[in-house]
């Protein structure tokens, strides 16, 4: 078949909602759009743990020490599970873990934002993995079988994470005015990031169209924003918190929350390398990576020896 052939083919395959696998057709672009997509996603949840592990050694009691433990060592699990499906692609997973290092890939704009407070941690699980929780479940679903595998397991454990995070602005909300202060604080700080998650609206993103073509994606980043704010808003209600934006009100024709405008100038800074803490987060991996290097080279050593004794 010709090129034209394999690629209608191959769109038919996936308008039958029939999963594409790592050894069947599929178009170039295709595999440059999701090497592009898992890879940033993986990336995210390695560089998501430094904001999070900062506070592991500072938690307020044993019990937040362990669940804090707990999910950052999911977010590593995490990104080895999306590794695995980029490299499924073709992808080598030494030359991704170059990119990031180097600042060639991107990851999520959040996590170049500082924790300040421990009201923080739960703002992250609250809004920050919320919104990656209305991203993934989604992916559930994308066409490509890998990387929606992999999500199943990934969902289940955000959920998780969500929970954690809303059950310490909980306690915070309703515990001393300093720790509910706080807590709006936090609020405060991570509301317009977190709604930044979700990517460039509609009309100017790049990749969205044809993703959700190739059903990678299955909602546009706006239908994704919409729906968060939705749900967000009756919870931060319910904690007696305010949403920083004079503009947020119910629509009862629409029925649902008109909101103000996202400053995309900030949010274009932090991809060019100019976040609070972009800098600060590449220098951690790389200190990590070099660090780690001889258990990476002992490792390779180790199963070079065994090669030999089995050709032996």
């Given at each position: 078949?010709?090129?034209?052939?394999?690629?209608?083919?191959?769109?038919?395959?996936?308008?039958?909602?029939?999963?594409?696998?790592?050894?069947d057709?599929?178009?170039?672009?295709?595999?440059?759009?999701?090497?592009?997509?898992?890879?940033?996603?993986?990336?995210?949840?390695?560089?998501?743990?430094?904001?999070?592990?900062?506070?592991?050694?500072?938690?307020?009691?044993?019990?937040?020490?362990?669940?804090?433990?707990?999910?950052?060592?999911?977010?590593a699990?995490?990104?080895?599970?999306?590794?695995s499906?980029?490299?499924?692609?073709?992808?080598?997973?030494?030359?991704?873990?170059?990119?990031?290092?180097?600042?060639?890939?991107?990851?999520?704009?959040?996590?170049?934002?500082?924790?300040?407070?421990?009201?923080?941690?739960?703002?992250?699980?609250?809004?920050?993995?919320?919104?990656?929780?209305?991203?993934?479940?989604?992916?559930?679903?994308?066409?490509?079988?890998?990387?929606?595998?992999?999500?199943?397991?990934?969902?289940?454990e955000?959920?998780?994470?969500?929970?954690?995070?809303?059950?310490?602005?909980?306690?915070?909300a309703?515990?001393?005015?300093?720790?509910?202060?706080?807590?709006?604080?936090?609020?405060?700080?991570?509301?317009?990031?977190?709604?930044?998650?979700?990517?460039?609206?509609?009309?100017?993103?790049p990749?969205?169209?044809?993703?959700?073509?190739?059903?990678?994606?299955?909602?546009?980043n706006?239908?994704?924003?919409?729906?968060?704010?939705?749900?967000?808003?009756?919870?931060?209600?319910?904690?007696?918190?305010?949403?920083?934006?004079?503009?947020?009100?119910?629509?009862?024709?629409?029925?649902?929350?008109?909101?103000?405008?996202?400053?995309?100038?900030?949010?274009?800074?932090?991809?060019?390398?100019?976040?609070?803490?972009?800098?600060?987060?590449?220098?951690?991996r790389?200190?990590?990576?070099?660090?780690?290097?001889?258990?990476?080279?002992?490792?390779?050593?180790?199963?070079?020896?065994?090669?030999?004794?089995?050709?032996?």
């Open positions: 078949m010709d090129e034209k052939q394999l690629e209608a083919g191959f769109q038919a395959k996936v308008d039958a909602e029939q999963k594409i696998e790592p050894k057709w599929m178009p170039a672009d295709y595999r440059k759009n999701l090497v592009r997509q898992i890879s940033q996603h993986a990336h995210s949840e390695i560089v998501g743990m430094l904001p999070e592990g900062n506070w592991i050694t500072r938690a307020p009691n044993l019990r937040r020490k362990t669940v804090l433990l707990a999910k950052v060592q999911d977010e699990g995490h990104g080895l599970y999306l590794y499906a980029a490299e499924s692609l073709g992808a080598a997973r030494a030359d991704l873990n170059d990119q990031l290092l180097t600042g060639k890939a991107k990851y999520s704009s959040i996590f170049n934002y500082p924790t300040l407070t421990w009201a923080d941690i739960g703002a992250v699980g609250w809004l920050v993995d919320g919104a990656a929780i209305m991203n993934q479940v989604m992916l559930c679903r994308t066409s490509y079988g890998p990387y929606a595998r992999a999500m199943v397991r990934i969902c289940k955000e959920s998780f994470h969500q929970r954690q995070g809303y059950e310490i602005m909980c306690v915070l309703k515990g001393t005015p300093e720790q509910r202060e706080m807590a709006q604080d936090a609020l405060d700080r991570w509301w317009w990031p977190s709604l930044m998650m979700f990517g460039p609206s509609d009309a100017n993103s990749h969205s169209a044809q993703s959700m073509k190739w059903k990678i994606k299955r909602q546009s706006d239908e994704l924003r919409q729906t968060f704010i939705d749900r967000t808003v009756p919870q931060a209600d319910f904690l007696g918190l305010r949403i920083p934006d004079d503009k947020l009100k119910w629509n009862e024709a629409t029925k649902h929350y008109d909101w103000g405008e996202i400053d995309w100038t900030e949010f274009n800074e932090i991809l060019k390398g100019n976040g609070p803490c972009n800098k600060e987060r590449l220098e951690a790389n200190k990590a990576h070099d660090e780690g290097r001889w258990v990476r080279e002992a490792a390779l050593a180790h199963a070079a020896k065994q090669a030999k004794k089995q050709a032996a």
